[in-house]
């Protein structure tokens, strides 16, 4: 069965950090781009992330030098380090597998297939 389980996210006070994982099951991860996207409560979809096969990077402005994105092929695994987090961080945050992430399509959700489960991100004091 083709899927990404997520994992990590939670309750955190305002300045503190999280890292999300998303992990594929059933197939290999290095063969997709991924992106990570968040939507809160009345809020659209909002593409934050996304790391293309050979590792370069996008990021929406709100979260540049906050979140980082990364890669393990070998755990099959990608990762969102969120640090400095702001109670407008607060979400739902998603994973998801794309053909590619080029500038002009990383952040939009119609171009991603499978979905992870989504994880919740609280940030509160």
């Known amino acids: 069965q083709v899927q990404l389980v997520q994992s990590g996210g939670g309750l955190v006070q305002p300045g503190g950090s999280l890292r999300l994982s998303c992990a594929a099951s059933?197939?290999?991860?290095?063969?997709?781009?991924i992106g990570w996207f968040r939507q809160a409560p009345g809020k659209e979809r909002e593409g934050l992330s996304c790391?293309?096969?050979?590792?370069?990077?996008y990021y929406v402005d709100s979260v540049k030098g906050r979140f980082t994105i990364s890669r393990d092929n070998a755990k099959n695994t990608v990762y969102l380090q969120l640090n400095s987090l702001k109670p407008e961080d607060t979400a739902v945050y998603y994973c998801?597998?794309?053909?590619?992430?080029?500038?002009?399509?990383?952040?939009?959700?119609?171009?991603?297939?499978?979905w992870g489960q989504g994880r919740q991100v609280t940030v509160a004091s």
């Open positions: 998801a597998t794309a053909s590619s992430c080029t500038y002009y399509t990383w952040s939009r959700p119609v171009e991603f297939g499978t």
């Open positions: 790391i293309t096969t050979d590792d370069r990077r």
């Open positions: 059933g197939f290999t991860l290095d063969d997709y781009a």
